[in-house]
């Protein structure tokens, strides 16, 4: 695995996960049941934990759902991050619970004396504590028209509440500055990172919809992890939470800082293409989508499927196997030997076996 030359961060324990210090950047999401009804947010975790949520967050909105935070906890398997907004009684309530995080948001948390009296709870709970900036939640920041003179003052928010929390000699630290806008995003980010080494949680605030608000994410993502920006990272999307994980995966996948499921290589296809090749991807990615337990702890696998034989064999020898395409025919090759010729209608299930039987 390869690793770009990372920001050195505070190393911050979420539960049983550790973010900054080198460790390995961490998958979260965050639920959109109501957190006042325990069973439903308990079932929506556990799908998030099929496919590799490592670190989860809930929003409690009132006193109500923070009571819920022990019998959450009781029932999943990965750190829960309790969202709190507007009042820092919340907080309080569920720091008694038993939560492993809190995310507050400096623009409407409330006074510095409520906000004392939350982190020193925290604080002697062992509790970090995560400023979450948002653009949205600031006043300050759309007084600006120009990008950097907002990322300017996201960072400048940020840096304030940082300073608070260190004034009560609290440093259990991982702050996030978000916006909608990726050059803001991207910029308040390296603002923030140039002068302080608390661990940094990356996303794009109000992404959009799964196809672009993936695209968006991957872009502004991209971008900071390539400056070695980044701890754990949330892909925000308007669609099942189960889907935000699927895309960080495959984002840290592809910029190879974490190795994590199947890798298909296909073509674009063209002229020389004698086989249904984008609709064989197709069904092949559909039915891996069905394979249980094809999550995290899988054996990384690269796959390639080629149209026909002018790339194919080259990129099979980079696949761990793959088939090139003929006419109505494929060659199987395996760690850049040949196997033999595979018919059209034999790929999809020829493949599937052979994915299962490497993941045994």
Not at 339 to 346: F, H, K, N, R, Y
Request: aromatic share 6%; proline share 2%.
């Amino acid at each position: 695995m390869k690793f770009y030359r990372r920001f050195q961060t505070k190393k911050i324990n979420i539960g049983d996960i550790t973010i900054g210090g080198g460790s390995l950047i961490a998958v979260q999401s965050m639920t959109n049941t109501d957190s006042r009804d325990w069973k439903a947010t308990v079932k929506q975790i556990k799908q998030l934990e099929e496919v590799g949520c490592e670190v989860v967050r809930v929003s409690f909105p009132d006193l109500e759902s923070a009571y819920n935070v022990n019998r959450i906890k009781k029932n999943i398997k990965i750190p829960l991050v309790a969202d709190i907004h507007f009042d820092y009684r919340i907080a309080l309530e569920v720091i008694k619970h038993g939560i492993d995080k809190i995310r507050i948001n400096p623009g409407n948390i409330g006074s510095n004396d409520k906000l004392e009296i939350l982190v020193k709870e925290a604080k002697k709970a062992h509790i970090p504590i995560r400023i979450g900036v948002n653009a949205g939640s600031l006043k300050g920041v759309y007084n600006f028209d120009d990008s950097l003179l907002r990322a300017k003052a996201l960072a400048s928010a940020a840096m304030e509440h940082v300073r608070i929390l260190e004034k009560y000699n609290f440093d259990d630290i991982v702050v996030s500055l978000k916006a909608s806008n990726i050059n803001t995003t991207v910029q308040s980010y390296r603002i923030f990172a140039s002068k302080r080494n608390y661990p940094l949680h990356l996303g794009i605030t109000e992404a959009g919809s799964l196809r672009d608000g993936s695209i968006k994410s991957a872009a502004g993502l991209g971008i900071m992890l390539c400056d070695g920006i980044g701890d754990t990272i949330r892909v925000s999307l308007t669609a099942n939470p189960v889907e935000e994980i699927r895309v960080a995966y495959s984002l840290l996948k592809y910029m190879e800082l974490r190795d994590f499921g199947i890798e298909i290589i296909s073509c674009p296809t063209c002229a020389r293409c004698k086989v249904d090749l984008i609709k064989i991807v197709s069904e092949i990615e559909k039915k891996i989508s069905t394979i249980k337990n094809l999550n995290k702890f899988s054996k990384p696998l690269k796959i390639a499927l080629m149209g026909c034989v002018v790339n194919g064999p080259g990129e099979s020898k980079d696949a761990d196997f793959g088939i090139a395409g003929g006419k109505e025919k494929g060659i199987l090759f395996k760690n850049g030997k040949v196997l033999g010729e595979v018919s059209q209608d034999e790929w999809i299930d020829k493949l599937i076996y052979m994915i299962r039987d490497y993941q045994r």
